[in-house]
């Protein structure tokens, strides 16, 4: 014979036994006395074996060799459900995303994007590194991250989704400006708007020198705003202790960059797609 377990009349049984009698395991598990005897007297037609021993006259119950038996069973079957369901009503651990930036994109703009990301999906863990696109690229081809978002020339390779960029030239709002050779306040080497300033200065026939480097997008707005030297940045950097400078000041415009979203090599989890639709409608 082949019979399955009811959860529920291994709790009744369990509980009758515990207590000692009907009427007290009536009350644990919030039954009536009458159902308990019927729960109890189904279990044991099903496993056909009798398995409590009824005092009428005190009210007490004792277990026979096959309810001692069955008892020790069932027990470790209900704490077994028990922590099943436990472990199913908990959330599962958050995924994990990796999300490379570019280093002028850092900071408050960055939190600001990923507070809203966290907000909407708080099952996803978001790792983020920041670096330069050369960098970037990198990582994704050895599969460090995941996604990156990289300033690049525009149409320059496949993307996720993409934004233009407008760059313009910004100055310290006091001071002169000095002509040969042009100070500049820029990024390290690899970075896209330094190679842009520089290739423009060039063609126009003058001479530049790096007045100042850094690292991230407030130290080249600081030398700016200071008067150390000129800039090319996205217009969204420009401060208010700027001052942009255009073709009457030798500056010609420059042709739009891009911010592009990409993937590495590998396929994207779900959790990574969902990040990419999630930056490409708020970039966007």
């Known amino acids: 014979m082949s019979f399955g377990f009811d959860l529920d009349l291994l709790k009744t049984f369990a509980a009758v036994v515990d207590c000692g009698g009907f009427t007290k395991a009536a009350e644990r598990v919030h039954l009536t006395q009458s159902t308990v005897s019927q729960q109890v007297k189904k279990l044991e037609q099903n496993i056909d074996s009798v398995l409590l021993l009824r005092d009428k006259s005190s009210g007490t119950v004792e277990t026979t060799e096959a309810g001692e038996r069955l008892l020790s069973y069932a027990r470790r079957i209900l704490a077994t459900a028990e922590e099943a369901s436990e472990a ?27 507070s809203g990301f966290s907000a909407a999906s708080p099952h996803i863990r978001l790792d983020t590194v920041s670096g330069w696109s050369t960098e970037l ?29 407008k760059l313009v030239w910004v100055k310290g709002a006091a001071g002169s400006l000095e002509a040969d050779p042009v ?102």
């Open 88 to 114: 199913m009503r908990r959330p599962s651990a958050p995924r994990t995303v990796r999300l490379g930036v570019p280093e002028d994109f850092a900071g408050r703009r960055l939190i600001d994007l990923l």
């Open 137 to 165: 690229r990198r990582q994704l081809d050895a599969g460090e991250i995941d996604l990156a978002l990289i300033k690049r020339e525009p149409g320059t390779g496949a993307s996720l989704a993409s934004w233009k960029e």
């Open 183 to 284: 100070p500049l306040a820029v990024f390290p080497v690899g970075c896209i708007y330094r190679d842009r300033a520089i290739r423009a200065i060039e063609q126009s026939g003058r001479r530049w020198r790096i007045a100042y480097t850094s690292q991230g997008l407030m130290g080249v707005q600081a030398a700016v705003a200071s008067g150390l030297g000129i800039s090319l940045l996205p217009s969204d950097a420009v401060l208010p202790e700027h001052r942009q400078l255009g073709p009457n000041d030798g500056f010609e415009e420059q042709p739009l960059s891009e911010l592009a979203l990409v993937k590495g090599r590998a396929s994207l989890s779900n959790e990574a797609k969902f990040l990419g639709r999630f930056l490409a409608n708020s970039l966007g």
